[in-house]
């Protein structure tokens, strides 16, 4: 007899940034929301290429990877979990999906699948991210998606991933919500603004909320992102470097419109004009056309390519869009060129003229995707001569802002995920109607 309760438990993203994977049951259904990559307990024990887990044992013997029957691939016992929710792709809410069992369903945007698929094509498949094998379900914002006693319904927030979704999953206990990663003062406010909506008309005896910045906020948004890099573009006298996230869209997009208006051209990786290929089929999205004149691609210096960077160079052959450093070096005040700190090999080559700026555009010194070896980044911007510029803004909801939308979601109990600072949430959401619970780990928390 299966006792009429609903629970959740949290396996991650309790007292650190990211590596939520929340187990929502209901009865006999088990769900999970995310199954991310933990960066602070994997950097608490490693230190990669020359310390790296080797193998799950590893990560479990840590850990790393919770200890959970019934959802790896390497377990031998049959599936005790339904099917898992992908809140959107950034790696420490996805990454970990590698060791599900291959026979449990991922339900994710269609986005999201795109960007883990091509991720999983230009990166070498290693043990902490192998997805190209998931079993994906793809929905759009509004789908009502019906596993065993639960309806799920993802709607779309504002992030900085595109595809990014929030739940909201109706119980025998009543509504549950799910915020993922979200804010609103990105590209596109009104999604969240449709989250939050939808998640106050479902009454919510449950919220469970990111609480990413409730220190180091800031009152910012693309748009001004966007006139930052204007008036920094504008004035450049040599190449423009921009360093941004791989996957975020919204402030690729500010780059090309800025390069544009500037009279330069926005020159991407390969990695980054793979993705583009990608995302150009979905209707939902706005990203630059890979076709059109003013952008570019480059291509570093390098003797063996992949097939699918092979693919891409041999597609633009002589077209004049695919460039190497020599090229770069020649029309710097042409260019706003993406690279990451990690290809700064290429610098030797590019030899930047005076005047030339560099833009980290991503968070600092620790984001999501990236972690950034500064004292050594400073050090080759002293030698080339390069100032750098910090412009950013981030992917999570602001203090104020993020209590108002608790505020009007009404949840009668909130929990604060994804977050260093549950102590200082707790405080400063208690004087709202809901009850806020310091979540702890592995512990199971009826509703
Ligand atoms: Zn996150
Ligand atoms: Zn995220």
Redesign the pocket.
């Known amino acids: 007899m299966v006792k009429n309760e609903a629970s959740l438990t949290f396996y991650g993203g309790v007292d650190e940034?990211?590596g939520?994977k929340i187990l929502l049951q209901d009865r006999d259904t088990r769900v999970f929301l995310d199954f991310?990559m933990s960066y602070s307990m994997k950097k608490k024990f490693y230190s990669p290429p020359f310390l790296a887990p080797k193998s799950e044992r590893s990560l479990m013997e840590l850990g790393i990877l919770p200890n959970i029957e019934g959802v790896y691939r390497f377990d031998p016992k049959p599936p005790t979990v339904d099917a898992v929710f992908l809140s959107h792709g950034?790696l420490?809410?996805s990454a970990y999906l590698s060791f599900i069992k291959r026979e449990i369903p991922v339900y994710c945007g269609e986005t999201t699948a795109t960007i883990l698929q091509t991720l999983s094509e230009v990166r070498r498949a290693d043990l902490e991210f192998s997805v190209a094998d998931l079993d994906f379900h793809t929905f759009r914002t509004g789908d009502k998606i019906c596993l065993g006693g639960l309806t799920v319904q993802p709607f779309h927030v504002d992030h900085s991933v595109p595809g990014a979704y929030g739940f909201v999953i109706e119980t025998s206990r009543g509504s549950v919500v799910y915020t993922g990663?979200f804010r609103n003062h990105g590209a596109k406010p009104e999604m969240t603004r449709d989250f939050v909506e939808q998640a106050r008309a479902s009454e919510p005896v449950a919220v469970v909320s990111?609480g990413t910045n409730m220190t180091g906020a800031t009152v910012s948004s693309e748009v001004e992102v966007e006139g930052k890099l204007h008036s920094i573009v504008s004035q450049a006298e040599g190449i423009v470097l921009a360093e941004f996230a791989y996957s975020d869209v919204d402030r690729l997009n500010s780059f090309y419109h800025i390069a544009k208006r500037n009279n330069r051209c926005l020159a991407v990786s390969l990695k980054q004009a793979h993705l583009l290929n990608a995302l150009k089929k979905d209707k939902g999205l706005h990203v630059p056309d890979l076709d059109s004149d003013d952008v570019l691609v480059f291509r570093k210096s390098k003797k063996r390519f992949d097939k699918w960077e092979r693919d891409l160079i041999d597609r633009y052959d002589g077209r004049d869009k695919v460039f190497d450093v020599f090229e770069a070096s020649k029309r710097q005040c042409n260019v706003v060129l993406a690279m990451s700190f990690y290809d700064f090999e290429e610098l030797v080559d590019l030899q930047p003229a005076a005047g030339s700026c560099y833009v980290l555009s991503a968070s600092e010194p620790f984001n999501?995707e990236m972690e950034i070896d500064y004292e050594k980044l400073v050090n080759w911007l002293r030698h080339y001569g390069m100032p750098q510029y910090h412009v950013h803004v981030s992917g999570h909801m602001m203090p104020l802002q993020l209590k108002a939308a608790l505020r009007e979601m009404g949840g009668k109990r909130v929990f604060p995920v994804?977050t260093e600072n549950a102590d200082l949430f707790e405080k400063f959401m208690s004087n709202l109607k809901s009850s806020i619970t310091h979540v702890e780990k592995d512990k199971k928390y009826t509703l």
């Open positions: 940034i990211g939520n991310g950034h420490d809410h990663d990111e999501e994804h």
